[in-house]
């Protein structure tokens, strides 16, 4: 069981950056592939970026490539997902996930049933 706490959302003006943090509860964090979502009102959840649990490998997707960075600090416990030229459609709830299937291929990381832990979520404004 692992319990994930998100930080680091706000209001932001468009062209803007915000470091959104993921703390993880529990001793073995980097035994967890870990990814980001979001959510806009009235839209479904959908996928962010992602990170395998050694760190090696990661993905995005189209609309973040490029200005999103995510990261993970195994030794803190924390996944990072650094944003950067933010626009007014990036607003929404944030949210971070953990998957516990070491056998997990990187392609289903995208895809939120892949993920076994969710954390509250963290709103990200970004204003015009």
């Known amino acids: 069981q692992v319990q994930l706490v998100e930080s680091g959302g706000g209001l932001v003006q468009a062209g803007g950056s915000l470091r959104l943090s993921c703390a993880a509860s529990?001793?073995?964090?980097?035994?967890?592939?870990m990814g980001w979502f979001r959510q806009a009102p009235g839209k479904e959840r959908e996928f962010v970026a992602a990170?395998?649990?050694?760190?090696?490998?990661?993905y995005y997707a189209d609309s973040v490539k490029g200005r999103f960075t995510i990261s993970r600090d195994n030794a803190k416990n924390t996944v990072y997902l650094q944003m950067n030229s933010l626009k007014p459609e990036d607003t929404a709830v944030y949210y971070c996930?953990?998957?516990?299937?070491?056998?997990?291929?990187?392609?289903?990381?995208?895809?939120?049933?892949?993920?076994?832990?969710w954390g509250q979520g963290t709103q990200v404004t970004v204003s015009s």
């Open positions: 529990g001793r073995t964090f980097s035994n967890y592939n």
């Open positions: 990170v395998m649990r050694s760190g090696g490998s990661t």
């Open positions: 996930a953990a998957d516990r299937d070491y056998l997990t291929l990187g392609v289903l990381l995208v895809s939120h049933t892949t993920y076994d832990y």
